[in-house]
């Protein structure tokens, strides 16, 4: 199963996920993150803004405790 980057904002979820199954963090700079969105086609409003990538940095490092959690 591949979980949205976003799951871990639900400590409920994270832990239903944390102890159900098997997780891995699969790393990536925020730099290819953003491509992969552009690539894909997915325009998101972040996207459009001069500021979506310093906004990226700051979601993922706020995520990065809650990834590390990853078996």
Same mark, same amino acid.
């Given at each position: 199963?591949?979980?949205?980057?976003? %799951?871990?904002?639900? +400590?409920?979820? %994270?832990?239903?996920?944390?102890?159900?199954?098997?997780?891995?963090?699969? @790393?990536?700079?925020?730099? #290819?993150? $953003?491509? @992969?969105?552009?690539?894909?086609? #997915?325009? @998101? +409003?972040?996207?459009? @803004?001069?500021?979506? $990538?310093? #906004?990226?940095?700051?979601?993922?490092?706020?995520?990065?405790?809650?990834?590390?959690?990853? #078996?």
């Amino acid at each position: 199963m591949a979980a949205p980057g976003g %799951l871990v904002a639900s +400590p409920a979820t %994270l832990h239903i996920l944390l102890t159900n199954c098997w997780t891995i963090w699969l @790393r990536a700079q925020p730099e #290819d993150h $953003m491509n @992969r969105v552009i690539q894909q086609g #997915d325009m @998101r +409003p972040m996207v459009a @803004r001069s500021e979506a $990538m310093e #906004d990226l940095r700051r979601i993922l490092q706020g995520r990065e405790a809650f990834y590390a959690k990853a #078996d």
